[in-house]
């Protein structure tokens, strides 16, 4: 199969869409010559022209308001939010208005919209760069969370994402964007709510969302050299969230491990064990458990941020311990 | 000069449009007064935020609009939505929280919405409708048609970083929405000269280099006029313009703020004396445009139409509990 | 011992702190003549003057930020956030500035900042006014997190609120502030990170947030009467959290229910189970439960409105069916 | 006329003020140029974002300060450190994310503070330290001191909600903060006029009947002066203005943007030929302010410190793994 990059795989999902359906628009900052902040989606301005690909100004709440007004009138905007830290400047329109009004109208609203940002630690950014906050946007009814793990999921699932006529918050990692991966040729979409199962197994399963279903199967690869055979589940969305599916493979595994490189409190690793506690309780040999970043926020220096984030050495660790210990 | 200026005759306007006016302010009115009744008999939940005093605004505003054009609403929206055309029954339903309202009872009063007459939505979040209205005019743009879309906000909302963020993004791209903020002086007990050092909010149209016009809030006509010339022009393509209509809301924030404590009696006194309908239904009948008589039937119309949204609002049922679980997403996904 | 509402329990505590240190100011929307929103705090204006008891413009984002500059240099600022749902108004300075400036200054900034906010439904307020958005402040590493149960328990917490060097966002529950309570004369404080045990019992745990631990409460002893023994906890601070009362409790009982006025999904109910899961996963002689209000924007309607928000009879079934189901 | 007018002697400035402001400008651009060096060496981690080229703004706004007084800073913001005194060392050990760094490695370049110069930090989000200087004078004011507080942030900056926020409370409470903005013409790629329709961003001043001044941000005593009278003006109880310097980046928007495609090279050309430090040597040469011989010293000195500065950030130790887990909250609490 042809070999991409996450970041190509991102703007030929957009393009694509762009093509097939003339309302489709894309705003964010920095989106014209440079194709964002991570040069994810070049060409696009030149190709669409500055009305469907328009720079917005540094008002992260107002242009994500103006991509539901939009929304609500015939477009069916996709908004770039940088860094998933300044969806905090967008907090009213995306917690108050774009989750709620279809509700709030008692169903008049249709709100095909779609934001993007982009999440993870890593790049050394600190504090306001850094963070993975999903979990906020789960918290809130109304919209739909997708949490991508390679290129070719990306692109299926951005393309869900823009023809969704419901709001769903994309994110898309950071530390992705220059990684290549195998990606089919042509269109094809990928359904929300149906988890992937990207390695069987029977000794623990492990649910890592985002890259961290990578960085699982990685882990799970090492482990069988320890005897231990993990299997690996990437949920994809979280809102909707397959849970049919993790409880399946609990019920036979009988150990769970969630990563998730959001903080932990009220985090999303919690919630999807806490969903499916009821249903698997009498078939766990052992509490289920976390790994996420620590309870504080990202540090900057390297010597700091690399250890609080999971990753793949983590992950085999804890499993080791679980599963052993 | 004043006198020898007759502003019915010199604007041009039918008669039609003229007495669709005085009908619009009076529906807004009695529509309101019912509420306050129903409030008061406990049949009404949540907060109520009347327009009563206000109403030559929406009414001068939405005149200028046809159903294919675009509004967002504030938290005191009754007049915008009757303003218009919106259905009274279904909106008072709404404002009881029953079945047949609107929002099927999941809005309430501070979340009315008519998409089919272009109403994007009341909001409780002061402030949060300016970008709405502002993505409302970019789509219009996009789509290449001539519709406008009219934020309508008070003047405590003028001092939300949406107020900012949303009129400089209109006036860089010219889009065509018109920015009306309705100052009644207040934000809940606040005067506005306490927490803005702007004597007239239209000033703030120069950081952006857009027009921005005071208004006699309670001069129907005057609203009209101005906000005619405003669409016109965002019509053609030049942009946005910020109006200020200066008024007054006669009653507290909402039913159960008596809306003393923080303003002069003087003040409330002068401001009702000022009457938008009164003085409105005064030049009617100076100017000859229409009759005692037919003045007298048609408020008796409106009463009686506001009287029928009201019993029917009473009749409809509350939802279903079940209901609670519905129009979170589009079908068939449901809710979770 | 005298009764007084929780609304003058809340206004006692700020005027005593007022009195106390003249650092101490008292910023938001609407608190001077009226004394805030709820009419909570009357008289402080009259008081302490216009300086420090103060009327902001509508300007969330902004007020709050002035509350933290103030922090930052000598001031002891209180910042009124009308309802919770506008602190999305605000998520910037909240998530970004208050809880990291600590933090990422490598401790050199001192944040001496209380939010107090209201949550909670039941007022037919819809969708923007009746949230409970404590979750969203739990997860980001940084800030304290309070949630008073009664009106003594209001007073003495947010004392200690107001004396902390750190930011601290206290949720008062609309609808308690008529209320009335006994609440002791004169100071006191009550310590963050202690839970309180109302109830002691064998049978289940019941962990209750803010006014919900009087429903539990109550539910505790109408189910006394069917034989069940309920242990009944307010954790009052759910940052820092008081795991060891829970632990100790759950471990006795075998069964906890945790109620929340929150969403379910990424809450606090679910989080708390999270924590001590480990801890007591052999002790529970069931799935731990979570009491909350469904995934849903809070309707208008009260006929919708009151089904979905937990209260004593739903608490009262839920603990039945756990026990005896 | 203009050559008349002798602008180092009368503003009647001392000597010693004069060379610092040299020496303080200098000490940017070797600063900055030496993280350029580590930073192609690998030295230093994440982004950094270079003021290259806009030295003057900081260094004639901070001589205007005391300790005493407060700032806030940008994601750009070495220059604003630099110019209110902070220690070279400290700051370079912070870029490279070091145990002896201001932020004990935990801020890196977009976060450095100094609590003790009154630096209430530098911040990685766009407008947010608009709002925390307003609180900062609010402070000032309630605790009855003549403390002043500068906001600086970029021309994108003003467009977020937090400049229109927070400007009003300031107008409305006559606080005192100076707004200052350095106008750069860029936000990343987008150009401030494809965003904004205001030729100067001082204008904006005009929505809060506060004084607006534009001012060449590649003159340091231009800059210096304007905001001598701003300054005065705030510890009068005047209350706040709003300055806007018009300058260029050098560089790209950070270190690994070439900062090209979306400016014309004949700009930036254009610019770097009135480079701020050079234009400023010059006229303390004309003016016989300083010989070249003592120019010539004083870089060698600053080129000294900073290469000191350099050398004990790369031998300072990375923080401890474990200290990632201090600082959250303030003792005794601990972390959780
Ligand atoms: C973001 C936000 N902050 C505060 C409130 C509470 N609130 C509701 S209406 C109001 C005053 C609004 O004043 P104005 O914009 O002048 O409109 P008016 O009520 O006078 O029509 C306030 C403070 C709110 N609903 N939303
Ligand atoms: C809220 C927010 N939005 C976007 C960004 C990404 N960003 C960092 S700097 C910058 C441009 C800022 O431009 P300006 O304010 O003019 O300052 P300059 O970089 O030109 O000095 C942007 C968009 C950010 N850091 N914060
Ligand atoms: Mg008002
Ligand atoms: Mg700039």
Known sequence: MRKITYGQAICEAIDEEMARDKSVIFLGEDIEVLGGNFRATPGLYEKYGGWRVRNTPISENSFTGLGLGAALTGLRPIVEIMFCDFMMLAGDQIVNQIAKIRYMSGGQARVPLTIRTTLGAGRSTAAQHSQSLQAIVCHIPGLKVVMPSSASEAKGLLKTAIRDDNPVVFFEHKMEYNKTYEVPEGEYIIPFGVANILKEGKDITIVGTSNQALKALQAAEELTKEGIDAEVIDPRTLVPLDKDTIIKSVKKTGRLLIVDEGYERCGVAGEIAMSILKDVFYHLNAPIERLTTANVPIPFSPALEFPLIPDEKKIYQRVKDMVLG | ?336
Chains 1, 3 share one sequence.
């Open chain 2, 1 to 336: 000069m004043e006198n020898k200026f007759n502003p019915i005759k010199d604007y041009n306007l039918s008669k039609e449009k003229l007495i669709k006016m005085y009908q619009d302010m009076l529906k807004i009115r009695y529509f309101e007064n019912k509420i306050t009744d129903l409030y008061s008999k406990g049949l009404m939940p949540g907060l109520a935020h009347l327009y009563i005093g206000e109403e030559a605004i929406a009414v001068g505003v939405c005149n200028n609009l046809t159903e294919r054009d675009f509004a967002t609403s504030t938290h005191r929206g009754h007049g915008h939505l009757i303003a218009q055309g919106c259905d009274l029954k279904r909106m008072m339903a709404e404002v009881l929280g029953k079945e047949d309202g609107y929002c099927r009872g999941k809005g309430g009063t501070m979340h009315i919405a008519d998409f089919s007459k272009g109403i994007l939505g009341a909001n409780g979040i002061v402030g949060a409708g300016i970008p709405i209205a502002t993505g409302s005019g970019y789509s219009a743009k996009v789509r290449g048609t001539d519709q406008v879309t009219v934020a309508f906000f008070g003047d405590a909302a003028s001092n939300q970083g949406t107020f900012h963020e949303s009129i400089n993004m209109a006036a860089a791209w010219k889009l065509p929405v018109i920015y009306v903020c309705e100052n009644n002086l207040y934000g809940i007990s606040v005067d506005i000269r306490k927490v803005a050092n702007t004597k007239d909010i239209a000033t703030r149209a120069l950081a952006y280099d857009i027009p921005g016009v005071v208004v006699d809030g309670n001069d129907v006509l005057e609203v009209y006029m101005v906000t005619k010339e405003a669409v016109e022009r965002a019509r053609r393509g030049e942009g946005p313009t910020l109006i200020e209509g200066k008024t007054y809301r006669w009653k507290g924030h909402h039913l159960g703020d008596p809306g003393r404590v923080y303003r002069l009696e003087k003040e409330t006194k002068e401001w009702m004396a000022r009457c938008p309908i009164k003085t409105y239904k005064e030049r009617l009948l100076n100017e000859n445009v229409a009759t005692d008589k037919e003045l007298v039937i048609i408020e008796k119309e409106i009463k009686q139409m506001v009287e029928e949204a009201a019993n029917f609002a009473i009749k409809s049922p509350y939802p279903k509990e079940e209901e609670a679980f519905e129009d979170l997403f589009t079908e068939p996904e449901g809710v979770k």
